[in-house]
């Protein structure tokens, strides 16, 4: 049972009428994995939650979620989902709408009452079980949705979104609790735009747009395995930009300055001490982090428009 | 069958929290404090018209509770579809719904437990009221009409027929245009009603029929019709067309359709929403 993805999906699409909301998911997580789903805004990540969770039915292709089709209510147990925007029967209370969603889970009363008060410290909100969710604020409403989808410590957790509304405190429990989700062994699907947090929190990411996932990559790689360097050094030759391609794969120079493009940082000791030798005089040499942003114009940004 | 009833469960908390229920409770018991107050007096009055001949008094005294259950036909008629008109389409709309249907139920479930719950309190408001009415009337006056379980139960199936339809109207239309169906097909039904008895008395088999097809688009008024017409004494059946009674008895088929009729639109309820993208 557990040798099987966490996800899976195969060609999935889903049309509204003409409109194509998604033309082809196909991409694979892994159990334990905390994977962040990319894409500008209408490219089809909420869709694609939606047929991953049951809510839409795909008008194509096929998906396993925990090792079990689309339509099983069974895998359901297994898994939490905080949907973006989380709106919920404001006249409950915070302690009675998750007792109210443990049952749902088929909890019984007296797990969920020695779950509930836990959870609620985690999300910060260990004092606000007995007010109505009329008087939250958008923030702890979006808390007290993470916490819904924490009741059943789930084996696969959907965050559409979850710091949206949130202040930095917020995000960072946000953060934390991804941290112990995946402590534990949890396999976390995270949709956000915050690609800052996305870097910071994911092993993997896909690329979605217009539809379609045009790729997939583990985050470390995607992030370290290029770096750009800013160099500024005079007395620079030819021969010496000629020699700078053994470690750099770009090399572009305007007058003093030097943009390379190289595979690891590990290099920079060594590059720094060529340059030195080779008689030119170096001023700075300094390695910038091609960002998870850089990579996200650069995939989707271009042609992202809707179409 | 534990998440059905999770479900209704929670359908009337929610009537409860967001005082549905004290608002329906109070104003009922003004309407039945209403009714027994003027009653009381009326009958006072009657009794000393009728003092030489008071076998006619029952006659006077059925017509007065008529126009009550006739009044709380239609309160119980605007309660079923106020209550249940916004639950499906508003919930799908704020996407509240999508934190119950992502967990281990089925739709089914989620819709046949707002079905319980809303039905659950139909009943309740139903005892209320016309339990009200008939107790005040043979408080006051001594007086049950004929039938009252019979009758009381015919409007009790009215108001289920009105909660289905306003149940498969969210299924498939925003909150006001379900709202907008919902009293429409009630407007059509209580228009063919009343062609219906015009028909029969005029002898005119086709205004007969324009009511007997818009009874079967919606057979609402037709119970009532039938309702009205068991409580009735036998003797004032043969006068009587108004809106509060009937003059003709609706056939017995009719009880065995709207049964049908009920389970089809709860089918096609069902079937909707499964099959809707939440």
């Known amino acids: 049972m557990t040798s099987s993805p966490a996800i899976e999906t195969s060609g999935l699409r889903k049309e509204y009428g003409s409109k194509v909301a998604v033309a082809d998911l196909t991409l694979q997580v892994g159990r334990g994995e905390i994977f962040g789903f990319l894409g500008p805004n209408g490219a089809g990540k909420t869709t694609s939650v939606k047929m991953l969770l049951g809510l839409a039915a795909p008008t194509a292709g096929s998906a396993r979620i925990l090792g079990r089709p689309l339509s099983d209510r069974q895998a359901r147990r297994k898994i939490g989902f905080l949907p973006e925007h989380f709106r919920f029967y404001d006249w409950l209370t915070a302690s009675e709408l998750l007792t109210y969603h443990g049952r749902l889970l088929g909890m019984t009363p007296g797990a969920c009452a020695r779950q509930i008060p836990q959870l609620l410290d985690t999300v910060g909100l260990s004092h606000y079980g007995d007010s109505r969710l009329k008087t939250f604020s958008k923030g702890m409403l979006q808390r007290i949705g993470l916490a819904q989808a924490l009741l059943n410590e789930p084996e696969l957790v959907f965050l559409d979104e979850p710091t949206s509304g949130l202040d930095p405190l917020g995000r960072r429990m946000v953060r934390d609790v991804i941290r112990g989700l995946r402590g534990g062994g949890t396999t976390v699907f995270l949709n956000s735009h915050f690609l800052s947090e996305v870097e910071i929190t994911c092993d993997r990411v896909a690329f979605i747009k217009e539809g379609v996932v045009v790729r997939t990559a583990e985050l470390q790689h995607l992030v370290a395995g290029e770096t750009s360097v800013e160099v500024r050094a005079t007395g620079v030759t030819p021969a010496i930009l000629d020699g700078l391609r053994q470690w750099a794969k770009e090399v572009r120079a305007d007058g003093e300055h030097i943009h390379l493009v190289v595979n690891d940082e590990e290099d920079l000791p060594a590059i720094a001490a060529w340059v030195v030798e080779q008689g030119a005089r170096l001023y700075a040499l300094e390695p910038k982090r091609v960002s998870l942003e850089d990579l996200f114009l650069q995939i989707v940004g271009t042609s992202g428009e809707p179409r | ?278």
């Open chain 2, 1 to 278: 069958m534990s998440n059905i009833l999770l479900i209704a469960q929670i359908t009337f908390r929610e009537a409860r929290r967001r005082k549905i229920m004290w608002a329906a409770l109070i104003l009922g018991a003004a309407f039945l404090l209403i009714y027994g107050v003027g009653l009381y007096f009326i009958h006072r009055e009657l009794m000393r018209e009728f003092a030489q001949r008071p076998q006619n008094l029952p006659t006077f005294l059925n017509m007065l509770v008529m126009m009550a259950l006739y009044a709380v036909n239609f309160l119980m008629i605007a309660m079923a579809i106020l209550t249940s008109v916004d639950t499906i389409a508003g919930e799908v709309g704020s996407g509240a719904i999508q934190a119950v249907a992502t967990k281990p139920i089925r739709r089914a479930e989620i819709l046949l437990g707002k079905w319980l719950g809303f039905a659950g309190m139909l009943v309740l408001y139903a005892a209320l009221m016309i339990g009200g009415v008939l107790l005040s009337t043979w408080l006051v006056a001594r007086y049950v009409p004929p039938h009252p379980i019979e009758g009381a139960l015919l409007m009790l199936l009215e108001g289920l027929v009105l909660l289905n339809l306003s149940l498969l109207g969210g299924t498939f239309l925003s909150t006001l245009a379900n709202g907008v169906m919902v009293f429409g097909l009630f407007g059509v039904a209580f228009v063919g009603g009343w062609m219906e008895q015009f028909g029969s008395m005029m002898h005119s088999e086709t205004v007969v029929n324009i009511g007997i097809v818009s009874s079967l688009i919606m057979p609402s008024e037709t119970i009532w019709r039938w309702a009205a017409y068991l409580m009735q004494p036998p003797l004032f059946r043969n006068f009587n067309a108004s809106p509060f009674g009937s003059a003709s008895q609706p056939s017995a088929a009719m009880i065995i359709y709207t049964g049908i009729y009920l389970i089809a639109v709860m089918t096609l309820a069902l079937q909707n929403f499964r099959k809707r993208d939440l």
